[in-house]
């Protein structure tokens, strides 16, 4: 699998820390694109950055990050194609994944511990998408960009 992960310099910390939790994958290839020490940057275009690489298909999903997560999350979301889920919990992560097939993580640096992003990063991982009811709803959320 591979993974774009992206982040502003709030998160900068945090997403170092999900690095090191998404190396422990031996099957997963991750490809960091910024930024990469804590200068100010601007988060939309973190998150254009990693979402273009899901939608293109040069990555299978996005973990972006910022000082709250919601700024990335927004701007994640206006792009294509993009179901990016904000998660501050374990089972919110577990949900993304099993009713709305997130393809994007959204965590913030300033308001998530490290220890909780470790375990909402691998939960979200291992969750698969659960199909069913959820494919109809989720093919309706993805028929609201056409509109």
């Known amino acids: 699998m591979k993974i774009t992960i992206g982040s502003d310099h709030g998160a900068f910390e945090l997403k170092e820390s999900v690095k090191k939790v998404l190396a422990t ?3 997963i290839e991750v490809k960091d694109v910024g930024t990469y020490d804590t200068t100010s940057v601007d988060y939309p275009d973190i998150a254009e950055k990693v979402c273009d690489d899901v939608v293109s298909g040069a990555a299978d999903k996005g973990i ?9 999350s927004i701007a ?21 994944r099993e009713h709305n097939d997130a393809n994007v993580l959204a965590l913030g640096g300033r308001v998530t511990g490290i220890g909780l992003a470790e375990e909402i990063v691998r939960t ?8 069913d009811r959820h494919e109809r709803r989720v093919n309706k959320i993805m028929a609201l960009e056409n509109k």
Request: proline share 0%; glycine share 14%; hydrophobic share 40%.
């Open 25 to 27: 994958y031996e099957d």
């Open 124 to 131: 979200w991982l291992a969750t698969e998408f659960g199909g």
């Open 76 to 96: 994640a979301n206006k792009i294509k194609g993009i179901r990016c889920a904000l998660c501050s919990d374990v089972y919110s992560a577990r949900m993304s």
């Open 64 to 72: 972006v990050l910022c000082g709250t997560g919601i700024g990335i």
